[in-house]
DNA sequence: GCAAAGTACTTTGTAGTGCAAAGTATAATC
DNA sequence: GATTATACTTTGCACTACAAAGTACTTTGC
């Protein structure tokens, strides 16, 4: 009966804020590799790890393993089911955000 | 030397999809009972006395506690620091999801 | 008038998440 | 060829969010 309640439509996937951090500055560039990444945004190996992880398995970005040279190379990649649900995110969040003030 | 991250700027007390709501549910009308928070927000009581506890560390919100008649009841209020966080909060968020479209 | 049901929360227990430290595998250097 | 470095992944722990259970009454039958 009620409506969908807003925070039951935020999308905790993209909300966390290092995930949310990820898909931003992915979403500026396209793809960054995984150093490139993790130095922008300050993080440990094993924490990237586990988001870019998380991301992909909820379809946001693709993770693609190369090699440069002789040494693996892992570059994120936003996908289009990504950036929708990023805009839809962030629309959400405008919404509510103008509403508040 | 790095500038403060994004996501180390992102107050994780306001952050909280639940917490969010309240904020921004609060900031709207000054101050709302325990129930009437609870039903619009569609909280379990235990969710919702916790999450106001936390805001209540925080100094985000005041939670008064009188008697209508015999009965006990709890009002959430928000507090000028509260608004303030929000405000910060908001503008926070505008900026990276300005730059992300 | 006292037991049963309702009101208004708070506390507890559990499952899930986020994080850095430790681990794995290979490459480069000394 | 042993040590150090690179590029990650996995593990273990501390913390969080949540609903279920608990507390302290009050109101309503009977």
Same mark, same amino acid.
């Given at each position: 009966?009620? &409506?969908?309640?807003?925070? &039951?439509?935020? &999308?905790?996937?993209?909300?966390?804020?290092?995930?949310?951090?990820?898909?931003?500055?992915?979403?500026?560039?396209?793809?960054?590799?995984?150093?490139?990444?993790? !130095?922008?945004? !300050?993080?440990? &190996?094993?924490?990237?790890?586990?988001?870019? !992880?998380?991301?992909?398995?909820?379809?946001?970005?693709?993770?693609?393993?190369?090699?440069?040279?002789?040494?693996?190379?892992?570059?994120?990649?936003?996908?289009?089911?990504?950036?929708?649900?990023?805009?839809?995110?962030?629309?959400?969040?405008?919404?509510?955000?103008?509403?508040?003030?």
């Amino acid at each position: 009966m009620a &409506d969908k309640q807003l925070h &039951d439509r935020i &999308d905790e996937t993209i909300h966390q804020r290092t995930r949310l951090a990820i898909m931003v500055t992915l979403a500026g560039v396209g793809s960054l590799e995984f150093n490139g990444l993790k !130095g922008q945004l !300050g993080l440990s &190996d094993g924490n990237l790890s586990t988001h870019a !992880g998380a991301l992909e398995r909820a379809g946001f970005v693709k993770i693609i393993k190369r090699f440069r040279g002789r040494k693996p190379q892992t570059t994120l990649a936003i996908t289009a089911k990504g950036r929708k649900a990023l805009t839809n995110y962030i629309n959400l969040l405008q919404g509510i955000l103008s509403e508040a003030t």
